[in-house]
Structures are given as C-alpha cells and as structure tokens.
C-alpha cells in the first residue's frame, strides 16, 4: 500500500501532517468530501473537507467526554437521548453502555459518513440492531423542530464545526429548538472547536446559546489528535452542578474529570466576556 504524506491545514499558517495511505475517499451528496486515511501512529482516521474527525488511537477521549458528561451532572436514571449527528457510532457505543436508557434516537445528515465507519470501523461503532434505537437521516435544525417537546433528559450534538452542512447547528435558532426538545431538568452538550486556534467559535456558539440557556457552561478535553484542547457547551434549564451526580468510569472518564473539565483557563474565560 502507497504512503505519502498527507497535511491537515489548521486555518492559513499552521498544519499538521500525517504519513498516510488512503483507504476510501468519497464527496458524498450532503457535500462533504469524505476521505478514510491510515496512519502508522494514529491508526485509521475520518477525514471531513480536510480536518481530522477522529482516529482510531483516541477516539474515545472525545467520545467518552461528550456522553459521560451530560449523564454525569443528571441525579436520576436517563431514558430518552437524541444524538444530532454522530454518524461513526461512537456515541451510540458509549450510551448502550448504560441500560437504563430505554430510548435513543439519532439524526444524521450525511448517510456516507454513517456507512464507511460502519464498514471501516466496525469494532469503534454502536449497535445499530439495537431494539432502542430509532435512526433517521435528518438535519439536526429539522430535528429539534419536529420532535416532541421536552422528550428528552439528555442531547448529544456530536457535529463538525460551524462550516458547511454544520453551520445552522450553531444558530439562535437551533439553541432554541435544544431548549424546545429538553425536558426540564434535560441537559445538552456541543463539541465548540479548538479555542486555542479559532477562539471566534466558542466565543459565537456561547453568545448564541446563552441568549436561550441561562444555564450554561463550558468544559475542555484534551484530545491528542486535534493537537490542543477542545471545548464543548454544556446547557440546560435548571442551573447545573459543578460536581458530578454519578459516578461514572470509562477508559477515559472519571468522577475527577467532572469538575476538573469545567475549570477554564483565564484567557478562555477573558475570551468568552471579550
């Protein structure tokens, strides 16, 4: 198999670069141009218009933070979740590790994403056989508007950033639609990009979501592979605790990273009020 080596462009004056042999490429209908690579390190990778999704090495730091969480900061059992987006599954694998959740539905835009992790991550994806769980491809904007009200206790937006299909999943009137589906002790969590290279996205969904949710909150990860660490919002109708309600482990995750996580370095915070 041919290697050659391949660079992720973050914003105009910085990359990083990966030695690479291509495993699948496709610019699918929703106008994504997908590609699966392999790297000797990082292992298989998901490629979307250029930015790495995910790799094999340490997907489940990502994974385990953005479900973990919002179970976390709930007292009691969580039984209905949506995930918006989340097409390689890992999301779906992570909540069918807790059997309480009696049902969980998934809207996902791009069905070519969807099918070549399923075809080249089985071992990483969810069950999609699971009696649980209702899949539709759907756009998440159209999602939180036909739903039914306060359905669910936990929402999951497991989407790219803020270009392309994803750009109306970080609007006033997405967050508004969050808050229409959320029950009212519900709470939702949204990858927020890398402030330490595009601060302008966390800074915009912030300001967006605050406008609807009082009760807002912003966590970090440090996920090896994006090369700094990510931010997600973490929102709901009732104020939100700063410990954690379960005590949860992953392979990641643990009851110290709750807190730990919602503790934002100064200029983060200087950031947000700027």
């Known amino acids: 198999m041919t290697h050659y080596w391949w660079r992720e462009a973050i914003g105009r004056d910085y990359a990083h670069a ?40 340490d997907e489940f730091v990502y994974h385990e933070t953005i479900v973990f969480t919002p179970l976390a900061a709930l007292k009691g059992p969580v039984e209905k979740v ?90 006033e009137e997405f967050y508004q639609g969050l808050y229409r589906v959320l029950s009212p002790e519900g709470v939702f969590i949204q990858q927020a990009s890398l402030p330490g290279l595009f601060p302008h996205i966390l800074k915009e969904a912030f300001g967006r979501a605050r406008k609807v949710f009082s009760h807002l909150k912003v966590l970090r990860a440090m996920v090896p592979c994006y090369g700094d660490e990510i931010a997600f919002l973490l929102g709901g109708k009732q104020a939100l605790p700063s410990e954690p309600q379960r005590l949860l482990e992953g392979r990641y995750y643990h009851p110290g990273l709750y807190q730990a996580s919602l503790t934002l370095p100064r200029w983060w915070e200087k950031e947000l009020l700027s």
Request: aromatic fraction near 12%.
């Open 82 to 171: 949506l995930i918006i987006g989340g097409g390689d599954g890992g999301v779906l694998r992570e909540l069918q590790k807790f059997p309480e959740i009696k049902e969980i539905f998934q809207a996902e835009l791009d069905f070519s994403v969807f099918k070549a992790c399923q075809k080249y991550f089985p071992e990483l994806t969810g069950d999609y056989g699971d009696p649980r769980l209702r899949f539709e491809i759907m756009d998440g904007l159209k999602a939180v508007k036909e739903f039914p009200e306060e359905a669910f206790q936990v929402v999951i937006v497991d989407c790219t950033d803020p270009v392309g299909p994803a750009r109306s999943l970080y609007t």
């Open 18 to 57: 990966y030695r690479v042999s291509l495993i699948y490429e496709e610019h699918t209908p929703a106008g994504q141009h997908l590609q699966v690579l392999k790297n000797p390190l990082w292992g298989r990778l998901v490629v979307l218009d250029g930015i790495v999704q995910f790799t094999e090495r």
